[in-house]
C-alpha cells in the first residue's frame, strides 16, 4: 500500500527567501507525481506534474525534482511571496490513476 | 474552457438522508476521480469513472456509497442514509486521458446534523 509523507508539516519564512518542501512515498512503483497548492476552503491547484520517466519539471519559479528509485520528490520555491501562502499537497499517481495524497505542507510566508 | 464544475458547492442534511453531489469534467476530459477530505486529513481516492463506466472503485464505502458517469450529463457521487461521519469536503477531478494531470473541482462540503 502507497503512503506519502511529507516533511515539514508546517513552515513560515519571510518573504524572498527560497524553500524546498520534502515529499516521500514508500512504492517506487509509480506513474507519475503532482505537485498542488490548496487554499483554506477552496479546491486544488494544480502546479507541477512528473511523469515517472521525468526527472524534473519548472513552471516560473516553481521547481520539481523525481528521484523514483528513492522515492523523493522536492518542490523547491524561488524568492517566495505573501501569496505563495497555502498548504501543498504531493499527490503520487499509481494503478487505476488513483492519487495517493500526502498530508500536506502548510506554508506562510511573512512580510 | 471552463474548469470542473460541481454542485452544489455547500450540503447540509439531516441523518438519515440523501445527498448527491454532482461533476461536470473539464469539456474533453472523459476520465473522472472522487477524492474525499475529512475534517483534519488528508484527501482520499474514492473512485474513477470513465463515461457510463467503473474503472475503480477501491476506495469506495461498500454500503450506502455509488457513483455514476452517464453516457450525457454530470458524474454524480451518490451517499444513501447520510451519518454524521459522512461529513467531509468531496473532491472530484478529471483527466484527458490516464496518467496526465488532474484538474480538481472546488469540491463540495457535506455537512451532516
Known amino acids: 500500500k502507497q503512503e506519502v509523507t511529507q516533511i515539514p508539516a508546517a513552515l513560515s519564512v519571510p518573504e524572498g527567501e527560497n524553500l524546498v518542501l520534502n515529499c516521500s512515498f514508500t512504492?517506487?512503483?509509480?506513474?507519475?507525481l503532482q505537485w498542488f497548492r490548496q487554499d483554506p476552503g477552496k479546491g486544488l491547484t494544480s502546479l507541477l506534474l512528473?511523469?515517472?520517466?521525468?526527472r524534473e519539471q519548472t513552471s516560473g519559479r516553481l521547481n520539481a525534482s523525481l528521484d523514483k528509485s528513492s522515492g523523493r520528490s522536492t518542490l523547491y520555491i524561488a524568492a517566495s511571496q505573501p501569496g505563495d501562502s497555502a498548504t501543498y499537497l504531493c499527490?503520487?499517481?499509481?494503478?487505476?490513476?488513483?492519487?495517493?495524497f500526502g498530508t500536506g505542507t502548510q506554508l506562510k510566508v511573512e512580510l | 474552457n471552463a474548469g470542473v464544475m460541481q454542485n452544489p458547492r455547500h450540503l447540509v442534511r439531516r441523518r438519515g438522508q440523501e445527498a448527491r453531489l454532482r461533476c461536470s469534467p473539464m469539456?474533453?476530459?472523459?476520465?473522472v476521480y472522487w477524492y474525499r477530505q475529512l475534517p483534519e486529513e488528508g484527501l482520499k481516492f474514492m473512485v474513477y469513472l470513465q463515461k457510463e463506466n467503473i474503472i475503480d472503485e477501491s476506495g469506495m464505502p461498500k454500503e450506502r456509497f455509488s457513483a455514476e458517469f452517464p453516457k450525457e450529463g454530470p458524474s454524480i457521487l451518490r451517499i444513501q442514509q447520510v451519518v454524521r461521519g459522512d461529513s467531509a469536503a468531496y473532491f472530484c477531478?478529471?483527466?484527458?486521458?490516464?496518467?496526465?494531470?488532474?484538474?480538481f473541482g472546488p469540491g463540495t462540503r457535506l455537512l451532516v446534523l
Open positions: 469539456k474533453g476530459h472523459s476520465h
Open positions: 499527490a503520487v499517481g499509481g494503478g487505476g490513476n488513483k492519487l495517493t
Open positions: 512528473i511523469q515517472s520517466s521525468q
Open positions: 512504492d517506487s512503483a509509480i506513474y507519475n
Open positions: 477531478a478529471s483527466s484527458p486521458q490516464t496518467s496526465e494531470t488532474q484538474y
